[in-house]
């Protein structure tokens, strides 16, 4: 479950409410932009951001995000981080916050080693995070997902006439076994994170 949010930023004069309404369907106009990517689990051109078909969510893509320990990794190979600037282009009268965040990857890990997945996203200008954290432990070698869905009051969202750019955070870390074979969790291209819209019209 993804931990409490203290809405802060809030409070900040927004030029109009977001509606009470509930969800509506997503605009038909929306774009997203990569701004910065920095860490040492996406060099430059290894991270991508697109929306989904409908505009309802957009995915963040790695092509190189993997953490390692055991024989063969280097002493910093066991904890990658990527940190990610996105910016959004919407109608004016639209707002919308995170409603559930999809994790998918890859991972071989030993009898005795776990892997741990940690993730976390902020609105720029907003003090509030939401984190997740997962752990997988060995023997596991195959693919893996995870789903952390916000409770509705615990989903931000921007003053409505305002864009945030989005900061995504992400980090692996692998704790290997008493052995000096390899372990490893991998995040790859077609095996992504999927970041879900509820999307509001503007009183």
């Known amino acids: 479950m993804l931990g409490t949010m203290t809405v802060v930023a809030l409070a900040l004069s927004a030029i109009l409410p977001p509606s009470t309404a509930g969800a509506v369907p997503p605009p038909p106009s929306v774009s997203v932009e990569l701004v910065a990517v920095n860490g040492s689990g996406c060099a430059a051109k290894t991270a991508s951001v697109a929306m989904a078909k409908g505009n309802s969510a957009f995915t963040v893509a790695y092509s190189n995000f993997q ?10 190979e066991f904890r990658k981080n990527c940190q990610i600037n996105v910016r959004f282009k919407y109608p004016a009268e639209y707002t919308w916050g995170i409603s559930k965040v999809e994790h998918h990857g890859s991972a071989k890990i030993l009898q005795g080693a ?6 976390s996203y902020y ?3 907003s003090p509030s995070t939401l984190p997740m954290t997962h752990t997988f432990k060995g023997p596991l070698n195959d693919k893996w997902n995870t789903t952390d869905t916000a ?8 003053p409505c006439g305002q864009s945030w750019n989005l900061n995504v955070n992400t980090e692996t870390r692998v704790n290997k076994a008493a052995t000096t074979e390899l372990s490893a969790i991998t995040m790859s291209p077609d095996l992504s994170a999927t970041y879900h819209l509820d999307w509001r019209k503007c009183d």
């Not at 390692?68 to 910093?76: E, F, I, L, Q, V």
């Not at 409770?151 to 921007?158: G, L």
């Open 67 to 76: 953490a390692r320990a055991g024989s063969g990794a280097t002493p910093t």
């Open 114 to 119: 776990n892997a741990v997945l940690r993730g």
């Open 123 to 125: 609105f720029a200008g």
């Open 151 to 158: 409770n509705p009051d615990q989903i931000f969202y921007p």
